[in-house]
């Protein structure tokens, strides 16, 4: 998989990775600290989280069951919700576009780190789903 990285927000020391289906920020702290971020953020712009998944604990309880001992993450959460005017702005241009609803903003630690992210959308009015996205982490990382 090719990356392109590049670095925004010098001032926090954070570096952004574009890849082919998400983009991809570290975050300078624990993993607590950030899904505490993420969390605060989606709330603070008064969205609603309509679910957190909890896939690294997920991960991990089946592993056993599916005979692999392969650690993927340290820990992992998903945090999933929507914007009512962003999404009817979206599907009104294209009803297809509730393919990528509801949104999400994903944390998770490895052995390198904790990052934050969100995947790719593709160009024209999802474009504007992705900005609020990169806007709420930011926001989170700033925290």
Same mark, same amino acid.
């Given at each position: 998989m090719r990356f392109l990285a590049f670095c925004i927000i010098p001032l926090f020391f954070t570096c952004a990775v574009k890849a082919?289906?998400?983009?991809?920020y570290n975050y300078e702290g624990s993993f607590d600290d950030a899904t505490f971020s993420v969390e605060d953020a989606i709330l603070g712009e008064g969205y609603v989280i309509d679910h957190v998944s909890h896939t690294g604990e997920m991960l991990s309880r089946t592993g056993k069951d599916l005979g692999t001992n392969v650690e993927i993450f340290k820990a992992a959460d998903i945090f999933l919700f929507c914007s009512a005017s962003i999404s009817r702005q979206v599907m009104e241009l294209d009803p297809l576009n509730?393919?990528?609803?509801?949104? =999400? %903003?994903? &944390?998770?630690?490895? =052995? %390198?780190? &904790?990052h934050i992210g969100h995947r790719t959308y593709p160009e024209g009015p999802m474009q504007i789903v992705q900005e609020l996205l990169s806007k709420i982490i930011v926001k989170a990382i700033k925290y």
């Amino acid at each position: 998989m090719r990356f392109l990285a590049f670095c925004i927000i010098p001032l926090f020391f954070t570096c952004a990775v574009k890849a082919q289906t998400a983009v991809l920020y570290n975050y300078e702290g624990s993993f607590d600290d950030a899904t505490f971020s993420v969390e605060d953020a989606i709330l603070g712009e008064g969205y609603v989280i309509d679910h957190v998944s909890h896939t690294g604990e997920m991960l991990s309880r089946t592993g056993k069951d599916l005979g692999t001992n392969v650690e993927i993450f340290k820990a992992a959460d998903i945090f999933l919700f929507c914007s009512a005017s962003i999404s009817r702005q979206v599907m009104e241009l294209d009803p297809l576009n509730i393919a990528h609803c509801p949104y =999400n %903003i994903f &944390v998770f630690e490895d =052995n %390198i780190g &904790v990052h934050i992210g969100h995947r790719t959308y593709p160009e024209g009015p999802m474009q504007i789903v992705q900005e609020l996205l990169s806007k709420i982490i930011v926001k989170a990382i700033k925290y």
